[in-house]
C-alpha cells in the first residue's frame, strides 16, 4: 500500500472538531447537545447580505479576478477606511475564508523552516496553517492568572533567532477572549521595528468588544505600514460563517503581489458569497449595537455561572465569544470525551473544547477548556447545568 505524505503526518487534527463522532453517537442515542465548543453563532446573518443572494439575477457563474471583483474590494475599502485604517482597494485581496488569508500571509512572508511567534493559546489551526506552509510556531504562554494578557516583552525577545519573521495576534483574542490594549500593540510595534518582523492580526471578531472597551488595530499605529498584514473574514461579523470568504489586507506591496500569485493559482473567490459580502458592508450599525448586547449577556451568563461552579476558575473575556475555563479535573480531553460518551442529566450533556489543542507546549491547558457563548440564554443555562452534574459525577468516580 502506498504511504501518505510526511506533511500529512503531520498535519494536526482539529481539537474543536475531533470529538465530533462521539457526539453523533450521543445524537443517534437520543442525548441534547449543548454545543459549546465551536465558533458557530446561532445570531441571524443579516437580511441584507441574503437578501442579496436571493436577488441575484447572473446568466453565467463566472470566475472573478483573483484578487477579488472590484466593486467588492472598493466596498471593503469604504468599511476599513471608516474604522480609520487608510487603505486602499489596491490593499485588499479577498480569499475564500480567513483561513486562506492566513496561510497567503504566512507562505508569502515567511519561507520554509522559518518561525513565527505567537501566544499561547491560541486558535488551533494556526498549527494545521503553519504546517502547510513549512513554518514553525514558537509559542509565548499567557496564563489564566492574568486572564491571558500579553506575556513579558522579555518572552517575546528570548524567542527571537535569525530564523524569526513574523509575530502572530488574535484580537479579540479566540481562545481566550482577551482583548489587547493600545499600550500591549504599542510594544510589539516598537518589538517588531527593532528587529525586522512582520506583524499578523487576524482581525475575525474586531466587533465584538464589550464594556466600552477600544478596539485596536495595528494598522492605527504609526510605523508599521510595511510590516503589517490584517487577516479579516465575514464569519463572525455577520454570522455567515458558511459563505467562506475572507481577505488579507496590507499595505506592503511586495507581500500583496506575492501573495495574489498564490491567489491566482488557485484561481478566485467564490462570487456568489462576494455579492452577499459587498451588499453586507451596508448592514446597520443597530444590528451589531444588538448582537453585541446578547453577546454581553450571555458573556456574563455564561462566566458568573462558571465562577460558581465549584473549582471552576475562569477569567471575564474583553471580546470575541469564548472563555477558557480552568475545571478541577485531571484531562480535559478525557473529561470532554467522557461527557459525551458516558454522561448524560436529563438525557443532555454537554460539547466543549479541550484546550490542549490550543496551545503548541506540551502539558499546558490539561485542565482547561474552551466553551462559546454562541447559544442563546436558556440554553446556556441548562448547559451550566449539565456541567456542574457532570463535574460531580466524574470527580466522584
Known amino acids: 500500500m502506498p504511504e501518505i505524505s510526511k506533511k500529512g503526518i503531520a498535519m494536526p487534527a482539529s481539537p474543536i472538531r475531533k470529538l465530533t463522532p462521539f457526539a453523533d453517537l450521543a445524537k443517534k442515542n437520543g442525548k ?21 443572494v436571493k436577488n441575484i439575477d447572473f446568466k453565467v457563474w463566472a470566475y472573478t479576478a483573483s484578487e477579488g471583483t472590484e466593486s467588492y474590494r472598493d466596498k471593503l475599502s469604504e468599511y476599513y477606511n471608516h474604522l480609520g485604517y487608510g487603505v486602499s ?126 478596539f485596536v488595530s495595528p494598522m492605527h499605529l504609526e510605523g508599521l505600514e510595511e510590516n503589517v498584514v490584517v487577516l479579516d473574514t465575514v464569519s463572525k461579523r ?67 455561572g462558571l465562577n460558581s461552579i465549584p473549582g471552576v476558575k475562569c477569567p471575564i473575556p474583553g471580546g470575541a465569544f469564548y472563555i477558557v475555563a480552568q475545571l478541577p479535573i485531571d484531562d480535559a480531553d478525557k473529561f470532554c470525551q467522557w461527557m459525551l460518551e458516558k454522561f448524560d442529566y436529563n438525557n443532555q450533556t454537554v460539547m466543549m473544547a479541550p484546550a490542549t489543542g490550543f496551545y503548541s507546549s506540551d502539558g499546558e491547558g490539561k485542565n482547561e477548556v474552551r466553551l462559546a457563548y454562541v447559544l442563546n440564554q436558556d440554553d446556556l443555562k441548562k448547559a451550566l447545568i449539565c456541567l456542574e452534574k457532570g463535574l460531580e459525577v466524574y470527580n466522584s468516580q
Open 32 to 52: 441534547k447537545i449543548y454545543h459549546l465548543n465551536i465558533g458557530q453563532p446561532d445570531i441571524a446573518t443579516p437580511d441584507i447580505m441574503l437578501d442579496a
Open 238 to 304: 455577520y454570522s455567515a460563517c458558511g459563505a467562506r470568504l475572507g481577505c488579507l489586507i496590507t499595505k506592503n506591496q511586495k507581500v500583496y503581489q506575492a501573495a495574489l500569485k498564490f491567489a491566482q493559482a488557485r484561481l478566485s473567490p467564490p462570487m456568489v458569497a462576494q455579492i452577499a459580502g459587498e451588499a453586507a458592508v451596508d448592514t446597520p450599525a443597530s444590528y451589531f449595537q444588538e448582537v453585541k448586547e446578547e453577546y454581553t449577556q450571555r458573556r456574563n451568563l455564561l462566566a458568573d
Open 89 to 214: 482597494s489596491t490593499d485588499i485581496l479577498v480569499t475564500n475564508g480567513g483561513s486562506e488569508a492566513i496561510t497567503f500571509a504566512m507562505q508569502s512572508c515567511l519561507s520554509q523552516g522559518d518561525e513565527i511567534i505567537i501566544p499561547e493559546p491560541f486558535y488551533a489551526n494556526y498549527n494545521g496553517f503553519a504546517c502547510m506552509a513549512d513554518v514553525v510556531i514558537r509559542p509565548i504562554l499567557s496564563t489564566i492568572e492574568n486572564g491571558f494578557a500579553l506575556p513579558p516583552i522579555s518572552e517575546f525577545e528570548k524567542s527571537i533567532n535569525a530564523k524569526t519573521k513574523a509575530i502572530f495576534i488574535c484580537n479579540p483574542n479566540n481562545p481566550t477572549g482577551y482583548l489587547y490594549s493600545r499600550e500591549e500593540l504599542e510594544i510589539l510595534r516598537d518589538l517588531c521595528l527593532k528587529y525586522n518582523l512582520y506583524l499578523f492580526s487576524d482581525e475575525a471578531y474586531r466587533e465584538f468588544c464589550y464594556d466600552g472597551r477600544e
